[in-house]
């Protein structure tokens, strides 16, 4: 006899806390508003852009949008790897002139690095032991969960089977390798949301410690067009071994702006090996491009054109131009801060500060406090992990305006 079920779901889903960090600072906020309707509030929480594209990138763009509309330069599917000329430039500016052996055909472009580092699991088999750091962009921990590779959580939001690795002000918020294996290692420097960065020594250290454990590391790179120290990497590729043991994730949304207009690659190295469960060694780019082509079918021709523009002279001059001015905001931020007493991090080579929360608050009093007496918004972070509490993210993206507004009024009220 027939009996009628009902579908089901992914129990994993149900192991994720039920408010998102940023939701909860979205409720928080609309509730201010709504109490306080003329307030203007300024935002400094997410790590969204506001500048516009660069020129180079808008011209390409228009140009490309053109051809689409004729049928002798019309594009319809493009390779799901991406364009050639787009890859070719990448793999020489972004890593060959660095002395990164990149080659062309290990570049994957993609819609986005956030993305790309949920979907690399794919690839990957359930039973890998998985470091993050902590805190930690909250992307790494909740893809992993959604793909079941970890228990519940605890009291302090810590996902059992997870090895979380603490960054804090002793250890300059860089990790300290682990004592014991881990197969899979999360790294983003940068930092998100520390703004800390790393040192060839540090990721040399990394390298041969996955190299000698048979580990891969997932390098998230999205913000190494703000290093400007000429003596720290933009790319794990500068430390040898690297290619063996290390997958890179970049973005163009931070230093072109192109959060809305997505674009973004990986990095998958053809010497990169895994064993599968038969003992067997398989390469992951074989599987990554299988996935890739299964999966996604290629980011468009007119915004693969807009981020081959970023490459060009003038494209060159006009993110810098952009980054430059970030950056700008940062060294307003990590001062004006600094002189009203706060203790603050990062905010050189990274468009983050990181801020101790003053007299013993806790990060999401702190931000209720710049909430309701400032009416500025960062982002607690105790959201992005157990050893985030205590501290607070600031942003640096935003106009000059309102940063120096924003700075305006928390200096004020810390008088």
């Known amino acids: 006899m027939y009996q009628s079920t009902m579908a089901t779901i992914n129990d994993n889903y149900l192991k994720l806390k039920a408010g998102y960090l940023f939701p909860e600072i979205a409720r928080r906020v609309n509730t201010f508003v709504q109490a306080n309707n003329h307030a203007k509030i300024i935002k400094l929480g997410i790590g969204d852009v506001t500048e516009p594209l660069p020129q180079a990138c ?76 902590d805190p ?48 899979l290692i999360y790294l983003c420097f940068p930092n998100n949301p520390t703004g800390a960065v790393a040192t060839k020594e540090h990721l040399k250290a990394w390298v041969d410690y996955a190299r000698a454990h048979g580990s891969i590391i997932f390098f998230d790179a999205a913000y190494e067009a703000y290093i400007t120290d000429a003596e720290l990497p933009h790319s794990i590729y500068e430390i040898e071994g690297a290619t063996e043991c290390a997958i890179e994730f970049r973005s163009f949304s931070k230093n072109a702006g192109f959060t809305g207009t997505r674009c973004a690659f990986t990095v998958v190295p053809k010497t990169l090996t ?99 007496t400032c009416s500025v918004v960062g982002t607690p972070g105790s959201g992005f992990g157990a050893a985030g509490e205590g501290y607070f993210r ?16 928390i200096t004020q009220k810390q008088e």
């Open 136 to 183: 930690v962009y909250p992307v790494y921990v909740d893809t992993n969960v959604m793909a079941g590779h970890t228990g519940l959580a605890n009291d302090k939001s810590e996902f059992e089977g997870l090895v979380y690795l603490p960054i804090t002000a002793q250890n300059n918020f860089t990790a300290e390798i682990p004592s014991q294996k881990v197969d």
């Open 394 to 409: 600031i942003s640096a993206f935003n106009s000059r305006e309102n940063v120096e507004e924003a700075m305006k009024r």
């Open 58 to 133: 808008r011209t390409a763009m228009i140009k490309a949008v053109e051809e689409m509309g004729d049928r002798a330069s019309f594009k319809g599917y493009g390779p799901e790897q991406g364009y050639t000329w787009l890859r070719e430039k990448i793999a020489a500016q972004d890593f060959q002139a660095r002395g990164c052996e990149v080659d062309v055909s290990e570049i994957f472009i993609s819609d986005g690095s956030k993305c790309d580092t949920g979907n690399i699991l794919d690839i990957f088999g359930d039973n890998n032991i998985i470091a993050v750091t």
């Open 274 to 372: 895994a064993k599968a469960a038969d003992g067997s060694d398989v390469e992951l780019w074989k599987l990554w491009n299988r996935r890739q082509s299964t999966k996604f079918n290629g980011v468009s021709y007119i915004v693969q054109r807009g981020a081959e523009a970023v490459y060009s002279k003038e494209g060159q001059a006009q993110i810098q131009e952009l980054i430059s001015f970030y950056l700008e905001n940062a060294r307003i931020i990590r001062e004006k801060l600094t002189v009203a007493g706060l203790a603050v991090y990062g905010g050189v080579n990274a468009p983050y500060v990181w801020v101790k929360t003053p007299n013993g608050l806790s990060s999401w009093d702190f931000f209720d406090k710049l909430l309701h």
